[in-house]
């Protein structure tokens, strides 16, 4: 199901900005109505195809939320990518 999620996402990332641009020759108002027609096609869909789960998930807690941020692997990223940006000599 992620897999088709993320194909889903990158060909709209590729074919949008195309499609986008054909339609903005024609008028600059297209565009705009285009994407609203898709949102409004895809909320029909999804209000049909996706219903409630039968099992209910425990809610999360506050604390588990910010547990990622105590991991040593996480704080080193963050030093490592804030060091390589500050760092960088695009920033000089």
Known sequence: ???LLETALGLGFAVGPLIGG???EVSCRLPFFACGVFMVLA??????KLREPANRQAPVRVGQIFATYRKPAFITLCVVTAGASAWSPASW
């Open 43 to 48: 909320l029909a869909v999804s209000s049909r």
């Open 22 to 24: 054909l339609l903005g």
């Open 1 to 3: 199901m992620v897999g």
